[in-house]
């Protein structure tokens, strides 16, 4: 694993660039951590959006590819990149680093970049690594985002994957996220995914009406939450 240290400063000026860009104490990363960016007013929220779909575009893969061998701040921004411009030549990495599950939140990113490539191949990553981790009560992983991102697919592709995992009694209610609405997941992915739509089509305005109606209905900030435990 590389780390942004000396003498590292090729990794270190990857990650200034797209990992800890922005304005004031709370950079990329941060705000992309558990969508702490839908809590930004609409001027901030916009400007980030057009930041983030920019960067999206112009990353190389050869610089993406450093920034899934460094720690978690780098993997989480890299499988945002990778979603948003639907690099699905990634999926593989992605879904091996998943199952992998090396370190905390960066998770939560690689689940949004399968959930945003929306094919059936994306939904049996999904689908494996809940299989493996849902058994797991030692594990607290992100078998919550993962479950969010495979019901959003399943609505997408017309497909029934989750259901198995959802029945009474099911591998869900008797996992550690059994406190956690299966529901309440797929909106937050569902409304992470037409972000990156509108971001990714220079529609963000058009979009924020729909991020105010989320907020008020659904969103308590997973920000605040308790912290994940150490893997």
Do not use: N
Request: hydrophobic fraction near 40%; aromatic fraction near 10%.
């Amino acid at each position: 694993m590389r780390f942004p240290i000396p003498p590292d400063f090729e990794l270190i000026a990857v990650v200034r660039r797209y990992v800890s860009s922005g304005r004031g104490e709370v950079r990329r990363y941060l705000k992309l951590l558990g969508g702490g960016f839908m809590m930004l007013p609409d001027r901030d929220l916009a400007r980030f959006a057009r930041s983030l779909a920019k960067d999206a575009r112009r990353i190389t893969d050869s610089d993406l590819e450093m920034l899934l061998d460094s720690e978690w701040r780098a993997r989480l921004t890299a499988a945002w990149l990778i979603g948003l411009d639907r690099r699905t030549h990634f999926r593989e990495r992605l879904g091996a680093m998943l199952l992998e599950s090396e370190l905390v939140y960066s998770g939560e990113g690689y689940c949004f970049a399968l959930a945003r490539f929306a094919e059936d191949s994306d939904a049996e990553i999904l689908t494996a690594y809940l299989d493996h981790y849902l058994p797991r009560l030692d594990c607290h992983y992100d078998q919550d985002d993962a479950m969010g991102a495979l019901l959003h697919l399943d609505e997408r592709l017309g497909t029934d994957h989750a259901a198995r995992f959802l029945v009474p009694g099911g591998l869900w209610e008797r996992s550690t996220m059994r406190k956690v609405s299966p529901a309440e997941k797929k909106q937050v992915t569902d409304e992470l995914c037409a972000f990156a739509d509108s971001c990714m089509t220079g529609t963000i305005k058009q979009w924020l009406p729909r991020r105010r109606r989320f907020l008020e209905e659904r969103w308590s900030h997973p920000m605040y939450g308790d912290d994940a435990p150490d893997r």
